[in-house]
């Protein structure tokens, strides 16, 4: 896991701020996704993404949440006019593509831990 | 998307093989069978993985039958350290990525 880093660890938001989270991917990584995990529960997708690019936002819900991963700087999730029901954990994973071998695996960061009050 | 049965919880003493089951019936004949860990909240940490032969690396073993249709993970010594949800995942493969789909896990505890 060493080498990803998620920014903040813990987040408070009230109901109805905005939640920012940031994931920085390893070294040479272009390819980001974001998990979420509520209480007790098992990782769930939301979305993955390539440099400038969404690939895959099957996992994200409809409204309020939006992910980027620019050319320059770490990913974004967004998470607008918060409720309760967000909080949980959010982990983003690196990885470096399917050039680097269908065997290389996603590295997990630390974690976001957002709790909504 | 193939889906995975594990059992809720289990115990190891430390020192003894922690043998972890994963049933995957529907897996299909292109998916791998994936093995990640998660320490107390901590981000999931990748252990091993296996299409059809048995695997071993410095960490665990991981026995698939020769059906395909389970699974075993092997921590061969386990220690206090070892405590951790396991989670069992068959990769999906789609559009040339993998997008891991996670159970409920195994939550092990390993006991002096």
């Known amino acids: 896991n060493a080498g990803v880093m998620q920014n903040p660890r813990h987040l408070v938001r009230r109901r109805g701020q905005e939640a920012r989270l940031r994931c920085s991917p390893m070294k040479g990584h272009s390819h980001v996704y974001w998990y979420r995990q509520l209480p007790e529960e098992g990782l769930k997708f939301m979305v993955y993404l390539q440099k400038e690019n969404i690939i895959d936002e099957s996992g994200m819900p409809k409204e309020r949440f939006s992910a980027e991963f620019p050319k320059e700087g770490p990913s974004i999730l967004r998470i607008q006019q918060v409720v309760r029901g967000d909080s949980a954990a959010y982990f983003c994973?690196?990885?470096?593509?399917?050039?680097?071998?269908?065997?290389?695996?996603?590295?997990f960061g630390p974690g976001t831990r957002l709790t909504v009050t | 998307d193939a889906k995975t049965t594990q059992p809720t919880s289990m115990d190891c003493a430390e020192g003894r093989a922690a043998n972890l089951p994963c049933n995957h019936s529907t897996i299909s004949g292109n998916e791998y069978v994936y093995w990640y860990r998660q320490i107390h909240s901590q981000g999931p940490q990748y252990i091993i993985h296996g299409l059809k032969n048995n695997e071993t690396n410095e960490m665990a073993s991981l026995i698939i039958t020769e059906d395909r249709k389970s699974s075993t993970l092997i921590l061969p010594h386990a220690t206090l350290r070892d405590t951790a949800v396991y989670y069992c995942?068959?990769?999906?493969?789609?559009?040339?990525?993998?997008?891991?789909?996670f159970g409920a896990g195994t939550r092990l505890a390993v006991h002096p």
């Open positions: 994973a690196s990885w470096p593509g399917i050039a680097g071998g269908r065997g290389y695996e996603q590295y």
């Open positions: 995942i068959v990769r999906l493969w789609s559009g040339g990525y993998n997008k891991l789909i």
